[in-house]
């Protein structure tokens, strides 16, 4: 898995899980983290995929996701894990977030966390990509601790509750990693089977 984020890896495994598909961090193989230097969330997936697959010689498995706010223009997007600066921490991201929004009405709060999910084999003979959205809305406090990056201020329409509130169940079969990975498991069952 060409990812060092362990919420990312946890939540990876468990999609995952059942397939046969073993989830190793990058990390494991000593492969350190690819420059993103794309312009979108597919860009950055497969630059991480294929550079995985490069160091180590194995299929790899990545995403680039982050979340997408209507009213700051499409803030903080492809750079969601460095929003507040080079240091950035989940708290540091969300005190960012909420203080950029503080005078936004709740009805103007519309967000979508949005995730490219990418596979590719070591000779880059295959490339398979899949996309997922989850619309919602941003809360103007946290709510729940479970979760991680915006997860505590992200509502979920349908539950009425943060992202941050859900078991990871719920979480997993509503969010935009969840539904980027389900068709990518798709993708790579219809290609190799």
Request: charged share 25%; hydrophobic share 40%; glycine share 10%.
């Amino acid at each position: 898995m060409a990812c060092g984020n362990p919420g990312k890896i946890r939540e990876i495994a468990r999609l995952l899980d059942g397939l046969g598909i073993e989830v190793v961090a990058q990390s494991e193989f000593g492969v350190t983290d690819a420059d993103e230097t794309g312009t979108t969330f597919v860009e950055n997936s497969l630059i991480k995929s294929l550079h995985a697959a490069d160091a180590t010689g194995l299929p790899a498995i990545a995403d680039d996701s982050g979340l997408v706010v209507d009213a700051l223009d499409g803030a903080p997007g492809i750079y969601s894990s460095r929003y507040s600066g080079p240091d950035a921490t989940d708290d540091s991201n969300i005190d960012k977030l909420l203080a950029a929004m503080k005078d936004i009405e709740r009805s103007d709060r519309g967000a979508t966390f949005q995730c490219a999910a990418s596979f590719v084999l070591p000779d880059r003979a295959q490339s398979l990509v899949a996309e997922g959205e989850w619309r919602g809305s941003i809360l103007t406090a946290r709510q729940g601790d479970g979760g991680f990056g915006y997860d505590a201020v992200f509502l979920d329409p349908e539950s009425g509750a943060s992202a941050a509130s859900l078991t990871a169940e719920q979480k997993n079969a509503r969010s935009h990693r969840g539904q980027a990975l389900r068709k990518l498991v798709a993708l790579i069952e219809q290609q190799f089977s």
